[in-house]
């Protein structure tokens, strides 16, 4: 027997099932999940959307990512030839390992009752506090 294990470069091509469509499905079902915690803690449901909004979209950011990276032979062999600086487009890694934390800060300021405004200007402070070094330090990759 073999201690080698090929990764199979082919494990999406010619299937229904995408690391893009997986990371919808689970951004949506977030939302949804969000949702329904801000229901029934909160009594407001619209809060826990946008929270579950930020975290899905972080995670459909992310997700297809990680998931190519493995037959791409890791995530600096996803960088393009220009990349340029961290800040001259979306750093799609940075911005989808920010999101999630921007929006559990906004469901927690749920918890000690500030004004849902207050809140989305906390949590968005959080994301972009979040977002700067991360785009310094994570390789830019790109999906093709």
């Known amino acids: 027997m073999s201690d080698v294990h ?8 010619d299937g229904p099932i995408t690391p893009e469509r ?5 951004g ?3 939302i949804g999940v969000f949702a329904v915690l801000g229901h029934f803690l909160f ?29 791409n032979d890791g995530l600096e062999n996803m960088v393009p ?12 890694l940075a911005a989808g390992m920010a ?9 927690t300021t ?5 004004d849902p405004f207050f809140g989305l200007a906390v949590a968005l402070l959080a994301g972009v506090g979040l977002y700067v070094p991360l785009a ?9």
Not at 6 to 13: I, K, L, M, S, V
Not at 99 to 107: E, R, S, Y
């Open 136 to 144: 310094w330090l994570l390789p830019n990759a790109q999906l093709e």
């Open 28 to 30: 949506l079902v977030d």
């Open 81 to 92: 030839e220009n990349g340029g600086g961290p800040f001259r487009s979306l750093h799609r």
């Open 43 to 71: 009594e407001d449901p619209a809060i826990g959307a946008l929270a579950g909004l930020f975290v899905g979209g972080g995670i459909y950011l992310f997700l297809p990512l990680f998931m190519w990276a493995e037959p």
């Open 110 to 114: 749920q918890f000690v009752e500030l």
């Open 6 to 13: 090929e990764p199979n470069t082919a494990q999406f091509e």
């Open 99 to 107: 999101l999630p934390p921007a929006g559990i800060v906004l469901f």
């Open 22 to 26: 997986i990371a919808a499905a689970v």
